[in-house]
């Protein structure tokens, strides 16, 4: 059974750095085509794509927020680390990460996120 | 890519038959999935490849379309089937806007 946690602080102040770990069990991020994405929702609005690592520690980040996010991973702990800098009230909101998995069909490879966390939320205020 | 999302909002009724439409700004094959979110959980994956059902999710959701144009159809609509429906494009993982079904 795949498990995602997320932990970090709820409270961050403006221009500060946030850093989120996500902690997994059920997989192992060295297993071909396997990832760990983020995902974050502001209250009451869309889900936002931040990033995601993959298992050959490829990464790939929202194109909008890619000069303020990095992603690593500690495949020996079984975490995932979001690091995002110089925080705004904007970025208030729910924080998520998910197993990113994939399937082949008719020469495609198609990758998803199949499981979630419950979500850690985040307020950036003074 | 951008995802647009119609209607943004609908009111059905128990047993009622819901389609919403996924439309791309440009051609994505068939890299689009499906998402549930009820109020305060996570998303959960219904559908990836346009129309693959992911494993345990219910006969009732069924997805279709490529290129630009996608939808995701409820057959009969369920009471814990009132939720939020997200798309989501899956080479630059942009989401969609949503799309929340509630109770007529």
């Known amino acids: 059974q795949i498990t995602l946690k997320e932990s970090g602080p709820t409270l961050v102040k403006p221009t500060q750095t946030l850093t989120l770990t996500c902690t997994f069990s059920?997989?192992?991020?060295?297993?071909?085509?396997?990832?760990v994405g983020w995902i974050r929702q502001p209250p009451g609005k869309a889900l936002e794509w931040l990033g995601v690592i993959f298992w050959d520690d490829d990464k790939r980040y929202s194109p909008s927020l890619e000069s303020r996010l990095t992603i690593t991973k500690d495949t020996s702990k079984n975490q995932v680390v979001l690091t995002m800098t110089n925080m705004d009230p904007v970025d208030t909101g729910t924080y998520y990460c998910?197993?990113?998995?994939?399937?082949?069909?008719?020469?495609?490879?198609?990758?998803?996120?199949?499981?979630w966390g419950k979500g850690t939320t985040v307020t950036v205020s003074s | 890519i951008q995802l647009t999302q119609s209607p943004s909002s609908l009111s059905a009724s128990v047993g009622d038959r819901v389609t919403i439409t996924c439309r791309a700004s440009q051609g994505i094959a068939s890299y689009l999935a499906w998402y549930q979110q009820r109020p305060g959980q996570a998303p959960k994956l219904l559908i990836y490849a346009a129309s693959t059902l992911q494993s345990g999710v219910p006969s009732r959701f069924s997805g279709s379309g490529s290129g630009t144009d996608f939808t995701l159809t409820i057959s009969s609509l369920q009471p814990e089937d009132f939720a939020t429906y997200y798309c989501q494009e899956l080479n630059s993982f942009t989401f969609g806007p949503g799309t929340k079904v509630d109770i007529k």
């Open positions: 998910a197993h990113q998995d994939y399937d082949s069909i008719d020469y495609a490879v198609y990758y998803y996120m199949d499981v």
């Open positions: 059920g997989f192992s991020l060295t297993t071909n085509g396997v990832g």
